[in-house]
């Protein structure tokens, strides 16, 4: 009898573990880990693609199936969420996220760089939660620093998708006319609109609200002030975007598979604000990713 006992709790325990894999997004994606292993896709690719599910953010190609575009773990068969079929990661750019603000539209709220669907919560009734926080924002400092109950009860709703910026949104952030400041470094988004370090929209003569990856690598200690900022997001282009980037105007950045590249050093022969085919160079630094 135990025994009959033990296997069915070891089975149930490993389809357990089997369905959170395959579907649920912190399970794959943690922000500081990230590295572009997986191709970050877009609401518009998501949506013209047949074939193509998001479930909790994940990215499947499921073929020819008759189900809505966007999936929780409940609504599909976890048999047919196999690694093999994940595609990529579902981008919530942050223009997205600002309108699913519970006003007639769904509630959610980022933190970690994850995006959470908060719609079935009563405390969250009309994007709003105790008159202290709205939905349709990142919230990761209120969450993390502010929150009595940390991340675990945010943890408990559906994954959405992963907290995306464009440059043209980042350059929102940047102290002056937006009180937040947010930077990116190595495509991560952080916040720090907190850090005394960081205050009115400038940092040792730096802008905010753009790529500083090159600039705080030649700041000595810089590297280790990162780690008490919020990381939030990532910073994202796609090939349209980096044109902008062509060295003249702003850095020099290209595209390499599914990661965007500062070629500042050894540019040699390289055409900044295109798609590179070859390898990148090893002293090129990773700023950000694309977004297909």
């Given at each position: 009898?135990?025994?009959?006992?033990?296997?069915?709790?070891?089975?149930?325990?490993?389809?357990?573990?089997?369905?959170?894999?395959?579907?649920?997004?912190?399970?794959?994606?943690?922000?500081?880990?990230?590295?572009?292993?997986?191709?970050?896709?877009?609401?518009?690719?998501?949506?013209?693609?047949?074939?193509?599910?998001?479930?909790?953010?994940?990215?499947?190609?499921?073929?020819?199936?008759?189900?809505?575009?966007?999936?929780?773990?409940?609504?599909?068969?976890?048999?047919?969420?196999?690694?093999?079929?994940?595609?990529?990661?579902?981008?919530?750019?942050?223009?997205?996220?600002?309108?699913?603000?519970?006003?007639?539209?769904?509630?959610?709220?980022?933190?970690?760089?994850?995006?959470?669907?908060?719609?079935?919560?009563?405390?969250?009734?009309?994007?709003?939660?105790?008159?202290?926080?709205?939905?349709?924002?990142?919230?990761?400092?209120?969450?993390?620093?502010?929150?009595?109950?940390?991340?675990?009860?945010?943890?408990?709703?559906?994954?959405?998708?992963?907290?995306?910026?464009?440059?043209?949104?980042?350059?929102?952030?940047?102290?002056?006319?937006?009180?937040?400041?947010?930077?990116?470094?190595?495509?991560?988004?952080?916040?720090?609109?907190?850090?005394?370090?960081?205050?009115?929209?400038?940092?040792?003569?730096?802008?905010?609200?753009?790529?500083?990856?090159?600039?705080?690598?030649?700041?000595?200690?810089?590297?280790?002030?990162?780690?008490?900022?919020?990381?939030?997001?990532?910073?994202?282009?796609?090939?349209?975007?980096?044109?902008?980037?062509?060295?003249?105007?702003?850095?020099?950045?290209?595209?390499?598979?599914?990661?965007?590249?500062?070629?500042?050093?050894?540019?040699?022969?390289?055409?900044?604000?295109?798609?590179?085919?070859?390898t990148p160079r090893k002293e090129w630094l990773?700023?950000?990713?694309?977004?297909?």
């Amino acid at each position: 009898m135990f025994r009959k006992f033990l296997m069915v709790f070891i089975f149930f325990i490993f389809a357990l573990n089997v369905s959170v894999y395959a579907g649920y997004l912190d399970s794959i994606f943690q922000i500081d880990k990230f590295s572009g292993e997986y191709q970050i896709i877009s609401t518009t690719t998501l949506e013209k693609t047949p074939g193509w599910f998001s479930v909790e953010g994940v990215v499947y190609n499921l073929g020819n199936t008759n189900l809505k575009k966007h999936l929780k773990l409940s609504e599909v068969d976890s048999k047919l969420l196999t690694k093999d079929k994940i595609v990529g990661l579902l981008g919530v750019t942050y223009d997205e996220l600002s309108k699913m603000n519970g006003k007639n539209a769904p509630t959610m709220v980022s933190v970690n760089g994850i995006v959470y669907d908060l719609s079935s919560s009563k405390s969250w009734a009309n994007g709003n939660h105790k008159n202290q926080h709205t939905a349709g924002q990142d919230l990761t400092y209120d969450i993390l620093k502010l929150s009595p109950h940390g991340i675990s009860k945010i943890k408990s709703f559906p994954s959405y998708g992963v907290l995306v910026f464009t440059p043209e949104q980042l350059a929102k952030f940047d102290g002056k006319v937006n009180k937040k400041i947010y930077v990116s470094v190595y495509g991560i988004v952080y916040d720090a609109t907190y850090s005394k370090k960081f205050s009115g929209g400038e940092h040792y003569g730096h802008d905010m609200g753009v790529d500083l990856t090159s600039e705080i690598l030649s700041l000595q200690g810089h590297v280790n002030l990162l780690g008490k900022l919020y990381k939030i997001g990532l910073f994202v282009l796609n090939e349209s975007m980096i044109s902008k980037f062509d060295g003249k105007n702003a850095k020099p950045f290209v595209i390499v598979d599914n990661k965007v590249y500062d070629i500042s050093k050894n540019p040699q022969n390289v055409q900044a604000g295109k798609v590179y085919s070859e390898t990148p160079r090893k002293e090129w630094l990773i700023v950000g990713y694309t977004i297909k």
